[in-house]
């Protein structure tokens, strides 16, 4: 029960902005939307998160839709390094009110240059 | 610096053997988490700690157990591997505000 939706794999090219989109329909109003990116042989690292606010911060820009059921990471000027596996979580609570993450699969980015 | 340390990187068992992952975390954070990691899937919640001695089920905790002897420190075990444990493991362990920070992984091959 990944709880969020995102394509499987998108392509840029170097230089571009890249909108990676995530579905969430069922967030509830006390989640949190997180990206973490992912590179072969490394654990995922943190990019960004946010409850409704948009939010930007030095590695991408976080858009939330009005009815928080939709979000997307925005990255803008692709490079090389930007290649990755981007996942879009909610941070859940589990019965005890402590917090699990749930990983899906994410969205493979490749960057062309 | 904030660091998520796993041990070891690699390794190879044979079916049956017992395998120890240990993990350690420089931030004091008190909630630590392991997952796996399957070719093309995404990571899987095998169990969660929330501090010394304080340990959780995740999604997939048949054949595995943990030990949180040390906030610092959290070990995953197999008792008698089995093929089908063949995986990448990643230890994280979350900050005040949310955030995870993962370790490099472990990837274990089971004979």
């Known amino acids: 029960d990944a709880k969020t939706t995102q394509p499987d794999s998108m392509e840029s090219t170097e230089g571009e902005t890249v909108h990676l989109p995530c579905s969430h329909a069922t967030i509830s109003g006390n989640e949190y939307i997180y990206w973490y990116r992912q590179v072969p042989l490394q654990g995922p690292e943190y990019v960004t998160h946010g409850l409704q606010q948009n939010t930007t911060n030095s590695m991408a820009f976080l858009a939330i839709a009005s009815d928080r059921k939709s979000s997307t990471l925005i990255l803008p000027h692709v490079s090389l390094r930007d290649a990755a596996v981007y996942h879009c979580i909610l941070r859940v609570a589990d019965y005890t009110g402590y917090q699990n993450f749930y990983f899906g699969k994410g969205t493979s980015l490749t960057v062309i240059p | 610096d904030m660091k998520v340390t796993q041990m070891p990187r690699y390794l190879i068992k044979r079916m049956g053997e017992n395998v120890l992952l240990e993990c350690g975390q420089d931030m004091s954070h008190e909630t630590m988490y392991w997952y796996r990691q399957d070719p093309g899937l995404g990571l899987q919640l095998i169990y969660i700690?929330?501090?010394?001695?304080?340990?959780s089920e995740g999604d997939i905790p048949k054949g595995y157990r943990v030990s949180r002897k040390k906030r610092e420190h959290f070990s995953l075990i197999l008792d008698s591997a089995k093929t089908n444990q063949t995986s990448v493991y990643f230890c994280?362990?979350?900050?005040?505000?949310?955030?995870?920070?993962f370790g490099e992984g472990s990837k274990l091959t089971v004979l």
């Open positions: 994280a362990s979350r900050q005040d505000t949310g955030q995870l920070y």
């Open positions: 700690s929330y501090d010394v001695d304080s340990n």
